[in-house]
């Protein structure tokens, strides 16, 4: 067993679950994520209908049908508003079927800290584990896109925030080393309702430049950087690889920024735009290269890479 900067390696490997157990909820910032407990499958309520057929959406308020909503990439059918996508369905919706092999699977994080705030932070972990069917808040790898070989990596929301612990600094620091090691362009999806994650203080927020750090090497070897923002993409995640990329692309109306708007507000003493942190809004100022609908991001991504890869 060996330590980097708060993780080790570890020889047991946990499964991952096939089934996303979070897809229909969005990811409130500056709280913890809420997700739904594991439903019963066949409870009915008296008129006959089983409970989860239908969501509310948030953005347009609309009771839409689930199925209908997940048949569009985890879409509101009625306005487009982008639901919040597990990071396995994620990989189903962007990479080819089956193309997929995942790397780092052995990386865990140590307590360096002795860490407690509501539960301990092993415990934490375990508990993040168990709910999300995540070993960790990223998970990454090399896949296909539409046939083009590529290192993909991505950060969850649901699992503490999406914040980037000594683990996710890690794997995404050797993906973008094995992704200029390979010379293959790399792929990196952002989630993040807040980027330091607390419970390992310093060691956490030194991933920024290690990550950083490793994107510079990749840049100075002609490498190609995609990063695509998902709602939430915040704090430390987005201070430093998300808006690192050679080409930044965002979801329509995903919230993207440092702080949380009503920091920003309280800070300036300033009444903020209402689009002030979306998608959009960092388009129009020069932040986001592109705002890519779910459905086009694949057709996308493949014809980035035809024209910056030779
Ligand atoms: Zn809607």
């Not at 969005?26 to 594991?38: D, F, K, M, N, Q």
């Not at 649901?158 to 080393?177: D, N, Q, W, Y």
Request: glycine share 10%.
């Amino acid at each position: 067993m060996w330590s980097v900067g708060g993780c080790e390696a570890l020889t047991d490997t946990m499964p991952m679950s096939d089934e996303s157990p979070v897809t229909e909820i969005s990811v409130p910032t500056g709280s913890e994520p809420i997700l739904p407990e594991a439903a019963p499958a066949v409870k009915r309520t008296k008129r006959g209908v089983p409970e989860g057929l239908w969501i509310r959406c948030d953005g347009c308020k609309a009771t839409v049908y689930k199925k209908e909503v997940e048949k569009q990439l985890n879409v509101c059918p009625e306005c487009q508003h982008h639901f919040y996508v597990s990071g396995q369905k994620r990989i189903e919706q962007l990479l080819d079927p089956d193309s997929f092999e995942e790397w780092f699977t052995d990386l865990r994080s140590v307590d360096p800290l002795g860490f407690v705030d509501r539960k301990p932070y092993a415990e934490r972990l375990k508990d993040e584990q168990k709910r999300t069917g995540l070993r960790e808040a990223c998970i990454a790898g090399r896949g296909y896109l539409r046939g083009r070989p590529l290192v993909f990596a991505l950060t969850d929301s649901a699992f503490i925030m999406g914040s980037m612990g000594s683990v996710v600094g890690e794997m995404l620091t050797r993906s973008i080393e094995r992704a200029t090691e390979l010379n293959l362009p790399i792929v990196i999806v952002s989630g993040s309702g807040g980027g330091a994650r607390m419970h390992e203080g310093i060691l956490s927020l030194m991933q920024m430049g290690k990550v950083s750090a490793a994107l510079a090497r990749l840049h100075e070897a002609g490498g190609l950087f995609i990063s695509v923002l998902t709602n939430p993409t915040m704090g430390g995640v987005a201070a430093s690889f998300a808006s690192l990329g050679d080409l930044i692309l965002a979801e329509p109306n995903a919230l993207v920024g440092f702080a949380g708007p009503r920091v920003v507000a309280a800070t300036v003493k300033q009444e903020l735009p209402p689009d002030f942190q979306t998608s959009e809004f960092m388009q129009k100022h020069g932040f986001v290269d592109r705002v890519v609908h779910r459905a086009d991001l694949r057709s996308e991504i493949s014809r980035v890479i035809d024209y910056c890869v030779r």
